[in-house]
């Protein structure tokens, strides 16, 4: 088994702050990142000068804007725990890392794929809106365009190498 080592991470910010009183930490992350964090498993913390894994919690990563994420880590379950980890340097290993290209838009959802909780396709990600700080999500569907509220709450998973969002649907949502 090698051995970890930072020249082989790459840094992709910091444990800004926590969240609430279970455990979640915000992570502010520089956006050419997100497809990257938006499929790891593991991320990698600078801890006394040495690089520590810690395991993302299943579900444990919600995106919440193009530079800030909601995280939950294995073992941490509470916000004394949390508070340890705030301000240190988050890295991800090189081999994780999912090349973008130069003319992808950072942190957009454009292009991605609604799924409900039984895996069934809602529709197309095809805009991206801000109604006075309601966001939501244009999305074609076989019926025609629709609205699809975004909250993290609702987001249940986000996979970047698929462009596929799991989503929380809220009941009667028109035209699905």
Known sequence: MASLRLENCVRIGYFQRTHGIEGTLVLDFSPEWGP?????TILILE??????????????????SANTALVDLEWIEDDASAQKLCGLKVFLEKKEVIPVGKDQNYGTYEGFTIVDEQDEPVGLIIAENDYSGNFVFSVKTKKGTILVPYHPDLLIKADARQKKLTMQLPPGLPGI
Do not use: D, H, K, Q
């Open 36 to 40: 990257s964090l938006a499929s790891t």
């Open 47 to 64: 801890i006394n000068g040495l690089p520590v894994p810690w395991f993302i919690a299943e579900y444990g990563i919600r995106i919440t």
